[in-house]
């Protein structure tokens, strides 16, 4: 007999080798593959949020800078309209139906009627 030490083989070294680079392998690409997904879903949740921020916006979308105008031009017109305009705004907001046909001045009417149009209320 030899007085060598024991030795294993090379093949069979690397084939435990080889079983433990691929689980390691797997687990990295299910990390990664989980990963990805995470990913994904993340990104689509912000797409569809995204439009449905757009949908919203789009039901709320007026001529702001015709309404602006036309405020301006209202406060201008009158010196007491700033609270009527308050309360109509109001009854508005509370889902109340505001009818303008019986104011008796047709300018401040016209104007308002136009407010009412440039924010799509009418």
């Known amino acids: 007999l030899t007085s060598e030490p024991f030795l294993p083989s090379s093949s069979s070294e690397s084939g435990g080798a080889k079983k433990k680079s691929g689980k390691k392998d797997k687990k990295k690409d299910k990390k990664a593959d989980k990963k990805a997904d995470k990913k994904a879903k993340k990104s689509e949740k912000a797409s569809k949020k995204a439009a449905k921020r757009a949908t919203a916006a789009e039901g709320w979308s007026c001529d702001r800078i015709e309404a602006t105008r036309l405020v301006g031009q209202l406060l201008a017109f009158d010196a007491g309209i700033d609270q009527e305009l308050s309360a109509v705004f109001e009854s508005i907001d509370g ?26 209320l009418a």
């Open 95 to 120: 889902g109340d139906v505001v009818r303008i046909d019986g104011l008796q001045d047709k300018t401040a009417k016209k104007k308002l009627r136009h407010l009412l149009q440039a924010l799509r």
